[in-house]
């Protein structure tokens, strides 16, 4: 029998490994969790109160990742005219690519995102994937 898909525990995996990138750090806008990096947001968290409703937001500008994350189950172009920027919603559910999968999203956001000698950085001491 396969393990029971933990919501929850995803977007904690995805929200500690966005955290663990240099410099990031989390503010709370708009009622939700975001990761930023230099002022600005690589990944929308959102609100964590109601799990069936869990998703993230990222900015994917390699086209085969882009595709990649909007084959996932109920994946988004994102609303607010961002999705034409390459920003993707991955709605957190079961069926969706593993967490290290999630977290590679989550790290092509931020050097997306982050000045090069953050990205730099990330080169030299790249945090440990959750499993």
Known sequence: MGAVFDAGRVREAVREYALSLPEAREEFPWGGSVAKVNKKVFVFLGPDEDEDRLRFTLKLTDQD????ALAAPGAEPAGYGLGKSGWVTVPIREGIPPVEVLC????DSYRTIAPKRLAARLDACRPQLPS
């Open 65 to 68: 990742v882009h595709a990649d």
């Open 104 to 107: 590679e999203w989550i790290e």
